[in-house]
């Protein structure tokens, strides 16, 4: 079991970025950013699994870079040159399995999310 806080998610202009966060009670989860917007379905953002394989989206490669801290308890999505269509709550997830991507059933585990505004 693992549990996820996000936290960083702020409202800011077109082309700007923002820096969002999600600490993870453990360690040894593969993790991901997904989004979902009200209405939509979940998409999955970028994740990295235990074998440290990382993976983006479409929409978001070359504007969206994802890392985690040293303790592997920090998973961090730095957004760059932000546009409207960002505009969503993005949420952590987490899973036991060593090989996960950006698909929901890879992930057990939720955070709450949090809120990203672009205008």
């Known amino acids: 079991h693992v549990q996820l806080v996000e936290s960083g998610g702020a409202s800011v202009q077109a082309g700007e970025s923002l820096r969002i966060a999600c600490k993870a009670s453990s360690s040894s989860f593969s993790l991901a950013w997904f989004r979902q917007a009200p209405g939509k379905e979940r998409e999955g953002v970028a994740s990295?699994?235990?074998?440290?394989?990382?993976e983006y989206a479409d929409s978001v490669k070359g504007r969206f870079t994802l890392s985690k801290d040293s303790t592997k308890t920090w998973l961090y999505l730095q957004m760059t040159d932000l546009k409207p269509e960002d505009t969503t709550t993005y949420i952590c997830?987490?899973?036991?399995?060593?090989?996960?991507?950006?698909?929901?059933?890879?992930?057990?585990?939720w955070g709450q999310g949090t809120q990203v505004t672009v205008s």
């Open positions: 990295t699994d235990r074998y440290g394989v990382i």
């Open positions: 997830a987490g899973t036991a399995a060593w090989r996960a991507g950006l698909k929901t059933t890879d992930y057990q585990y």
